[in-house]
């Protein structure tokens, strides 16, 4: 079957390959820490299971509207207006199965053949897969750890051609787990009204945040107009398996992106969204001991990669993620990762994966308990150390 030509410019995550090698292993018996996938480890939240199990029950099993039922379309609107000082109305709102449509869609109607977008390298892999894919150029834009892995807005203005159309970022991020200053947001926003740019503003992780306060890029002057926030259930909730994210966008936009809804998915899940309904305007409790509990594993592994010759490691301030530094060893990324999973059973992911810039540095996520996370931290040791030896 001959594929059509675009199918080579799609990428993928490497994240769910290395899951199935560790899985492979596991089944002829080697014990393996998984710190490879980005998701909690906590089960959904047992309000938000009973409010999906009643929906079920209550006949909630047929099509709903391609934007979302409005009920959870104007929970949405409130909850990230009285969480980030914006004024979204629940017409600007669109749900989707998972936050990766957002991506897809508002990568699918906005880009052209010869557009640029910039995206953050390392950054999660969609963004330039799906540049890619439509045929526009992406633009990686370094993220350095002698900044704390935060974008050089000086270096974003260099970048900037006339043909640039989008720029993504990612606050807190993944892999790296860096997250922008208000300055930083406030200059960038300047930047994308200065030359016409649309920015979508990747928000997944806003609720694991370690100190101060989330800044949406939406809420700058100028901005309200040429952001796309994406949020979603999945982190904050511990709901991937659920696929339930979100867009927040102006409505012209959103109106559009509900045609591609109709002509791909039809709907999302109302059964779903109802406990999406609960997830928001129920109790909060889960939420704040679950990162209340990465909070410790951060500090935790943090400690732990910094004690170990050779690996230095920022502490990061969100998400939970990470992204220690293993240059010193003078193999490549995907070297010691694959070292570290072949003979050493952790599952990590090599800093390429989410770009080249990633290069010298492995992404591990500490969504493990301290009892596993001890041992891969005992274990990470003895690779470097063989590492060391070999050099």
């Known amino acids: 079957m001959k594929l059509a030509t675009r199918m080579q410019r799609l990428g993928t995550e490497t994240a769910f390959e290395v899951l199935v090698r560790a899985r492979a292993l596991e089944a002829k018996g080697v014990d393996v820490v998984h710190l490879e996938i980005g998701e909690p480890d906590f089960d959904t939240p047992a309000n938000i299971v009973d409010a999906g199990c009643d929906a079920l029950r209550s006949g909630w099993t047929h099509y709903g509207p391609a934007t979302g039922l409005p009920e959870l379309r104007q929970s949405i609107a409130s909850y990230v207006n009285r969480t980030r000082g914006t004024d979204f109305t629940p017409n600007e709102v669109v749900v989707t199965p998972g936050g990766k449509p957002i991506m897809f869609f508002v990568i699918l109607a906005l880009l052209e053949a010869g557009d640029e977008a910039i995206y953050p390298d390392p950054g999660f892999p969609i963004y330039g897969s799906m540049i890619n894919f439509v045929g526009a150029t992406p633009v990686p834009i370094p993220l350095r750890e002698e900044r704390e892995f935060r974008l ?11 043909r640039t159309r989008l720029l993504i970022i990612n606050s807190p991020a993944n892999p790296t787990s860096g997250v922008l ?14 030359h016409d740019l649309i920015v ?104 732990g990669l910094n004690a170990i010759d050779g690996i230095s490691c920022l502490e990061p301030k969100g998400a939970f993620y990470v992204f220690p530094n293993i240059s010193r060893f003078g193999v490549t990324s995907k070297e010691f990762a694959d070292s570290l999973l072949e003979e050493h059973g952790v599952a990590a992911l090599a800093g390429t994966s989410f770009g080249a810039h990633g290069e010298g540095y492995l992404r591990l996520s500490y969504a493990n308990s301290e009892a596993n996370l001890a041992k891969a931290l005992d274990r990470i040791a003895v690779a470097a150390q063989s590492l060391a030896v070999r050099r």
Not at 181 to 194: G, K
Not at 250 to 270: D, F, H, R, W, Y
Request: aromatic residues 6%; contains cysteine.
């Open 181 to 194: 200053e208000r300055a930083d947001l406030e200059r960038i926003a300047q930047l994308a009204v200065e």
């Open 152 to 162: 050089d807005v000086d270096e974003l203005e260099r970048l900037i051609t006339p």
């Open 200 to 303: 979508l503003s990747d928000e997944i992780y806003s609720e694991i945040l370690y100190e101060g306060e989330h800044v949406s890029i939406a809420t700058m002057p100028g901005m309200r107009e040429r952001t796309i926030v994406l949020d979603g259930f999945s982190k904050t909730y511990a709901m991937t398996g659920w696929r339930l994210g979100y867009g927040l966008m102006p409505e012209a936009l959103a109106a559009q992106i509900g045609k591609l809804m109709v002509n791909s998915v039809s709907c999302t899940s109302v059964a779903v969204q109802r406990a999406g309904v609960e997830a928001l305007e129920g109790r909060q409790d889960d939420v704040r001991a679950m990162v209340e509990a990465f909070r410790r594993r951060r500090d935790l592994m943090v400690a």
